[in-house]
């Protein structure tokens, strides 16, 4: 089983990023986190690297359902959603497969709710 969904877009890096925050809001999904890979490597080691963003996506719905049935469930949230710059007029964005993630938990009653989170995240990525 692969742990990640993806898709590659011809268009810029902005445009990708604007594309996949759209159909996350579109889909239930907020973003909470945002982390610039590319600006914090330079500014921490001097690292040059390409256009690289993790979106932490979260539908407070059913983050709220996990976080009920097993507590510690928020070190693997929020959801993250990659958009980086692969070359050549491409983009990919590549989305967790929460099932995937969710089989380091010993909780069978979190399956359900991750079933539902790769649906959503999974046509999020395939309508990209």
């Known amino acids: 089983m692969t742990y990640y ?3 590659q877009l011809s268009c810029g890096f ?3 990023i604007a594309r ?3 159909a996350l809001q579109k889909a239930g999904f907020g973003i909470i986190t945002e ?3 590319t600006a914090t490597l ?3 080691i001097g690292a040059d690297f390409r256009n690289y963003r993790i979106l932490g996506a979260c539908n407070p719905t059913i983050a709220h359902e996990a ?3 097993e507590d510690k469930i928020g070190t ?3 959801c993250n959603v990659i958009v980086q710059d692969i070359g050549g007029g491409q983009v990919e964005v590549a989305a967790i497969d ?3 993630s969710m089989q380091a938990v010993a909780n069978p009653a979190l399956r359900e709710p991750a079933t539902r989170v790769q649906a959503m995240l999974k046509k999020v990525v395939d309508t990209l």
Do not use: C, S
């Open 5 to 7: 969904f993806a898709r």
């Open 14 to 16: 902005d445009e990708a």
């Open 20 to 22: 996949t925050t759209e």
């Open 35 to 37: 982390i610039d890979v």
């Open 42 to 44: 330079k500014k921490k």
């Open 67 to 69: 976080l009920k049935i």
């Open 76 to 78: 693997m949230l929020p």
């Open 98 to 100: 929460p099932v995937a």
